[in-house]
């Protein structure tokens, strides 16, 4: 109820335009009229129209008063605040399959203490030769390597065995015709297995591989190999070098021989 009053006080303090003008106009010609005193009741009805006009004007006043400030302690709209969108955890995608890195592949294994990579587990594979020597369980055979140039050879021994070995002495000698001198050693069974050495003597260049105590050579098909520099004489002749294989086993020992057929 309170509120319907507000309003409608509030619009009709809006809509009064008050003529002071006019007011203040007719005050003074009801005070400004012809004084009669022989008569009282005139008088007096002249001040009662001032007392009343007055009083209109003071509650016209009043009334505009009370609507102004209403419309002062009405409070302002409140701002309307905007709750920004909550936006959803960013998620990274996985590279493209582009830029995947790709595999590569790890190169040849090598024997320790050698220059040439270790051969395929179903063992060394040479070019047959007429230097071939057999004893026992064991066979052999020598030639140069065809890797071998005018600078730099490679003799290989391949021996075979068909029963385990507990004892075994490989040596290999090498003629040094123009200074020939030893650049390494490889073979197939493992180097901590063999005690190896190089040594010159009587003008040749002896490599030696002699099994460790306690350790054994499988029954199997093995590679040993001797390495260096052919000098100032060119392109080596393997006229003059030779092996020996001296080896204990199961069914006794056994020993072969031979020399180290050219490349053909």
Known sequence: MNEDIDRRLREAAEAHRPDRA????????????????HRARP?????????????????????GGLAVAAIVATPPPSPTVTTPATLPPAVSSPPP???????????????????RPAPSATGPSSTPTADESRNGPLRSAG???PKSTVYWTQSD?????????TALTVEIRIVQA???????????????????????A???LVYRWVLKPGRTVPAGSHEFAAQFNNGAGGAHS??????????QGTGGSASVRGGFAPKR
């Open 22 to 37: 006019r007011m203040l106009a007719r005050v003074e010609r009801g005070m400004a009229g012809p004084a009669v005193r």
């Open 43 to 63: 008088f007096a009805r002249s001040g009662t129209r001032v007392v009343l006009a007055g009083l209109a004007a003071g509650g016209i006043l009043a009334t």
């Open 97 to 115: 399959t582009s830029a995947r890195p790709t595999p590569v592949t790890p190169p040849p294994a090598t024997t320790p203490g050698s220059s």
């Open 143 to 145: 030639s140069l390597d």
């Open 157 to 165: 021994l391949v021996l075979k065995t068909t029963q385990p070995l």
């Open 178 to 200: 123009g200074g020939a001198k030893s650049t390494g050693t490889w073979q197939t069974l493992p180097g901590d297995d063999f005690t190896v050495t190089v040594q010159e």
């Open 202 to 204: 009587d003008g040749a």
């Open 238 to 247: 393997p006229a003059g070098d030779g092996y020996r294989v001296d080896a």
